[in-house]
């Protein structure tokens, strides 16, 4: 749900169109992709939480900075309740 309430909050303020939902880079599948910045929007649910998960989300972003990759992860909550800081902090991103 929060990721629909993202790409929603996106597109409406027009910086969706760079972007991509659910696009593949390398081995895994973005949530978000803006190609002209290189920039990597994750949305985090609760199982983001789970020790194994926060290994595998670190070794993710750390794979996809060496490709050259900026990941910036949002959780859940911060989408549904501060979109708008949100979208500050993605457009401070976007070259």
């Not at 859940?76 to 309740?81: D, K």
Request: glycine share 4%.
């Amino acid at each position: 749900m929060a990721e629909c309430v993202l790409w929603e909050h996106l597109k409406k303020s027009q910086m969706g169109i760079p972007f991509r939902r659910q696009h593949i880079i390398d081995c895994y599948i973005a949530d978000f992709f803006c190609m002209p910045s290189k920039l990597v929007v994750e949305v985090d649910g609760g199982y983001h939480q789970l020790p194994e998960q926060i290994i595998s989300d670190e070794e993710r972003t750390k794979r996809l900075n060496q490709l050259g990759y900026k990941v910036i992860r949002f959780s859940n909550e911060e989408v549904l309740n501060d979109i708008e800081n949100v979208l500050k902090t993605i457009k401070h991103n976007i070259i």
